[in-house]
């Protein structure tokens, strides 16, 4: 789960990492009232669950009175990779000196929290990775011992030289671990940390993204979220024990298990069709899942054909069968089914699909090649 | 011979009175693995198919001499559970439990370290060396017993690669599902050398998938330390960049862990890389030649 910058900061603020001054904003309003009362120059910030604003065009410095509207009014409602933009910020424009990358995530392979530290802040820390990846510092976390003193002054000593800005930096870092530990985050980043002219570090962004799984105990991180229509279809579906994400294409597909369904998008392409969407039905075989699966994959109307690919193992391919028979009683289902069943009680499946006469076919490739034929 | 476990595997299956554990624990029963006992706090004393429940899974080491254990307990208890193993000495745990907390498992990872319990999972399948034993919810029909070590994020796009070897007279060492999570224990490299430790185990077939850099490291690793042929799958090369399809592991974030890195990486290092899942059994049968 994600949430806006201005959300993560709050957090910051809570735990006294210090954050720029700033309003969120619904209008353009509310957006010069904001500006008034924080004083020029301010920043202008679209507020989407997307990154790469910048770029898009999503934040714009207004120097002027007459700026503030101006860019309020565009920024307001413009698109940025299929978010709407219905908040913004207003931040108190900050003279500053240097800019820093900070940030802690989920390392794979030291299976650890791991804090990563540059010079090179204010760009997009993937592309520093790319072209510069020494310019990135990493520091392995002991999840027993926790951010201690010496490793946050350890990575502050990387950054800074200034003996003032080293002890300042240790104390933040120390924070931003408690931060990421207290609330399951699976990232948590400030991108630029800057030195404002003062000599004081200041966070003037922030971005937090959080272990969907340790939802269960964040009530308050849970409450922060915004989903989209696409991603409240998929939590619907997540409810019915789905996994359902829309893609492009014409061809509905039904799976059960997350790498079989990546698997057979694959080998649809591979073909030359092109996937409606990833389904994934899970472990067990409940009637009710696939009728549920079904409704969903035909809410699409861009789906031409519903290929079905079931490998049993928890899942019983009989039981899929007869999900199936109930769902097409029970739903007008209008476009061609293909069905593959394999693995756990395939055979019985099969006898029970026999009577409602649909294209059978034994293996995948024979699957998606059938598939695409019936999307033409 | 095969990997990890065999005929001297004496399992316990915590979380055994409910709905999975006790399914699954008549499931391995059957297949022939030696299932010595089960643990639910509250419910020792019972049974499960025969098999004796224990309240902790000290108890059910001293009275078993259980040295496997495989969890079924619900993912916010899952590392509790784990620990609960370790502390009592058990060598090889294999967690099925799916979605426990990442940090929960950070914090599990120094404790299972400094003890040397070897973990499977969590959110896998568990694994198999067929005809010996079944530790987890695969279906253990679609085996056959021989020379191939398979390895895999994903669970049924394992069994989709076996029912292909196996209906092509292609059998197993030991295939292991390794869990999609982004934080688990025992991964490639591991069992790269294991099966390549193994002499039972004649080739290696990787089942990897989108996000991250396993793959990568994996084909570093076959480079240095791996004389075995490997073969390899890729599943999500298809898969819009940003979009979580199901596993936590199989995300596409900024141009890194696509699926055409891996397989680039993987043929850099002359491993032969499926296209197609059907495809697996030939390039086999190519390597082993």
Do not use: W
Request: hydrophobic share 45%.
């Amino acid at each position: 789960m994600k949430i806006h910058e201005y959300q993560a900061k709050e957090i910051f603020s809570r735990y006294l990492i210090p954050v720029t001054n700033e309003v969120v904003c619904y209008t353009v309003e509310e957006a010069v009232a904001a500006a008034d009362k924080l004083g020029l120059p301010v920043v202008v910030k679209a507020q989407v669950l997307a990154g790469g604003r910048g770029k898009a065009g999503g934040v714009k410095l207004a120097r002027t009175k007459q700026d503030v509207p101006e860019m309020a009014g565009k920024i307001l409602g413009m698109d940025i990779k299929g978010y709407t933009v219905e908040k913004i910020l207003i931040a108190q424009g900050v003279k500053f000196s240097s800019e820093f990358y900070v940030g802690l995530t989920i390392d794979r392979n030291s299976k650890s929290v791991i804090f990563m530290a540059s010079s090179e802040g204010g760009v997009e820390i993937e592309e520093v990775a790319k072209d510069n990846p020494d310019a990135i510092h990493k520091f392995v976390i002991d999840p027993d011992l926790g951010m201690t003193p010496f490793l946050a002054r350890k990575i502050a000593f990387a950054l800074f030289s200034d003996f003032n800005l080293v002890k300042q930096g240790a104390d933040l870092f120390q924070k931003l671990y408690r931060i990421f530990m207290d609330t399951d985050s699976s990232l948590v980043e400030i991108n630029p940390l800057v030195i404002t002219e003062e000599g004081k570090l200041l966070a003037l962004d922030g971005k937090m993204n959080f272990d969907d799984n340790a939802l269960f105990r964040q009530s308050a991180i849970e409450a922060l979220n915004e989903p989209t229509e696409d991603e409240l279809k998929e939590i619907d579906a997540k409810e019915k024990g789905l996994t359902y994400i829309r893609l492009d294409g014409s061809i509905g597909c039904m799976v059960n298990g997350a790498g079989l369904a990546m698997a057979t998008l694959d080998l649809i392409k591979y073909f030359g069709g092109e996937p409606a969407n990833f389904l994934d039905i899970g472990g067990s075989s409940n009637p009710q899942k696939v009728i549920d699966a079904m409704n969903l994959i035909l809410s699409d109307k861009n789906v031409k054909v519903v290929m079905i690919n079931i490998f049993g193992g928890i899942t019983r391919c009989d039981d899929v069968a007869r999900g199936l028979i109930i769902a097409l009683d029970k739903i007008k289902v209008e476009v061609p089914i293909v069905v593959r069943l394999s693995g756990t009680n395939s055979k019985e499946g099969l006898e029970i699909l026999k009577e409602a006469n649909l294209p059978i076919v034994e293996t995948m490739s024979q699957a998606a090649q059938k598939a695409i034929e019936l999307c033409k | 011979m095969s990997i990890l476990v065999n005929q001297n595997t004496k399992l316990l299956v915590q979380g055994i009175t409910g709905r999975d554990g006790s399914f699954h624990a008549g499931k391995m029963k059957a297949y022939g693995t030696n299932v010595v006992g089960g643990v639910s706090p509250g419910k020792g004393g019972s049974t499960v198919d025969g098999i004796p429940v224990f309240n902790t899974v000290e108890a059910a080491v001293k009275a078993t001499g259980a040295n496997t254990s495989i969890i079924f307990v619900p993912a916010h208890l899952a590392a509790d559970a784990i620990l609960e193993a370790s502390e009592a000495g058990i060598g090889l745990v294999i967690a099925i439990s799916e979605g426990v907390p990442t940090l929960d498992m950070v914090k599990v990872m120094p404790y299972l370290a400094k003890k040397g319990t070897k973990l499977i999972g969590p959110n896998c399948p568990g694994l198999i060396s067929p005809d010996e034993a079944l530790v987890g919810i695969l279906p253990g029909n679609i085996f056959l017993k021989g020379n191939v070590g398979l390895m895999s994020r994903s669970g049924t796009l394992t069994y989709e690669m076996v029912y292909q070897l196996t209906s092509n007279g292609i059998g197993q060492s030991t295939c292991v599902g390794i869990g999609g999570d982004p934080v688990a224990g025992l991964y490639y490299l591991e069992l790269l050398q294991m099966f390549q430790d193994d002499p039972e185990t004649k080739a290696i077939v990787l089942i990897g998938e989108i996000g991250g850099d396993a793959e990568e490291r994996a084909a570093q690793y076959i480079q240095e330390h791996i004389t075995k042929p490997v073969v390899a799958f890729i599943a999500g090369q298809s898969a819009p960049p940003g979009k979580r399809m199901g596993h936590a592991g199989a995300i596409i974030s900024s141009g890194s862990g696509t699926a055409e890195e891996k397989i680039k990486a993987f043929e850099k290092v002359g491993v032969k890389v499926a296209k197609i899942p059907s495809e697996i059994p030939d390039l086999i049968k190519q390597v082993m030649e």
